[in-house]
């Protein structure tokens, strides 16, 4: 806030990873396999599909498979901090903290074994 330039926006972010890597990271967190299997865009749309209407319209539940994340699973976006980094002073750590305390949080709140 001290830094910033008024009107300006800036990109908090950290490192770039797939959502394979993001997987493997929690995987070595949690200590249970990562997922093995990568099922065609088709299978996991339409698992999404009928998880949203079971799940969301019928039992009125948050579906565990929504069609937003099947479509941003397929999506590679990557993004920059350099201007944060260059302007502001942003250093971001590596993920494994952030994802670490993640997963403590889904635990603590019986989100995950």
């Keep these: ?67 937003d994340s099947v479509r941003m699973g397929r999506k590679k976006m990557f993004i920059t901090s350099a201007k944060a980094e260059r302007e502001l002073g942003w250093n971001p750590g590596p993920v494994d903290g952030a994802l670490r305390r993640a997963v403590e949080w889904f635990q603590a709140n019986g989100y995950a074994p």
């Design 1 to 67: 806030m001290e830094k910033a330039v008024p009107g300006e926006r800036y990109i908090l972010g950290g490192e770039n990873l797939t959502l394979k890597q993001i997987l493997d990271k929690l995987a070595a967190i949690t200590g249970l396999p990562s997922p093995k299997v990568k099922l065609p865009y088709a299978v996991a749309y339409a698992t999404g599909v009928v998880d949203t209407v079971v799940s969301g319209k019928m039992l009125k539940r948050e579906p565990r498979v929504t069609l």
